[in-house]
């Protein structure tokens, strides 16, 4: 074998994997759109997500952040199963602790110390901190995950869905909508807009 064609046949070895991992992706679709919110002042708080998807999904680790008595991201969404790390980035002591779903408390954590909890029940968990009680945030668990909340103009996309038909829905802590039927194509990016309202 020539040097040139050794170079050649390594870097086919090298790329094999990840070209192989392109039709996987080329086979799913996304799901992209707008949610309007009345009253607008609660648009941030505003997810959509895929009802219901077959499949397992593996676990995975997210992390919140806590900076200038803030919970950041606002609105974190995760998959039933995965476990979130609760940072301290700030300058003073927080506690978090949720009422909702499998109720937690994590104690009161120091600056740059930290807590995790692994979610395994769907829904909306409120983020609040006895010590700040103006905190406020929210963690959002589905089955799947095909979710995103929305950006601040209230736009969404959730990426690498399935071809199929499913149930969309949005979740807001105080507005509504009714969920709509949306079919995914490989390839292509399904649209789904809201208007949600008390």
Known sequence: MTPRAHVVGRLVALLAPALGALPALAQTGSITGKVEATPAKYLAETVVYVKHAPGTFPPKTESMDQRALTFIPHVLVITKGDTVRFL??????HNVYSPDGEAYNLGTFKPNEERTHKFEKEGAYSQLCSIHPEMLGYI???QNPYAAAVD?????????VPPGSYQLVVWNPKLKAPEKPITVTAGKAAEANFAIKR
């Open 88 to 93: 301290n980035h700030d300058t003073v002591a």
């Open 140 to 142: 959002y668990v589905n």
């Open 152 to 160: 601040a103009k209230g736009r969404y996309t959730i990426k690498n």
